[in-house]
Structures are given as structure tokens and as C-alpha cells.
């Protein structure tokens, strides 16, 4: 019986990573990280 519920509770598991990986992409997380990135790359030209 707990193997059943390990695995049921893996696929929620997976099932919500999935919902929220899809929310942040929708919602523009992708740019924001770029941003993020680009402002510590620019970051690190200032300070040589």
C-alpha cells in the first residue's frame, strides 16, 4: 500500500512542477531571469 501512495504522491508531485513551470513561463519568468542576467553581466563589466 505506502509504494501506491509514494507513487501517487510522486505523480502530484510532478503534476504541480509541471502547472508551475508552465505558470512562470506564461507569466514571464523566462525574461525576468534574462534580465537578471544580463544586469549581473553588465555588473561585472563595471568592476574589472
Do not use: P
Request: aromatic share 16%; glycine share 6%.
Amino acid at each position: 500500500m505506502s509504494q501506491v501512495q509514494g507513487s501517487n504522491a510522486f505523480w502530484h508531485r510532478s503534476l504541480f512542477l509541471e502547472c508551475i513551470d508552465s505558470f512562470l513561463m506564461q507569466t514571464g519568468f523566462e525574461k525576468i531571469l534574462k534580465f537578471r542576467k544580463d544586469l549581473i553581466h553588465i555588473g561585472s563589466q563595471l568592476y574589472f
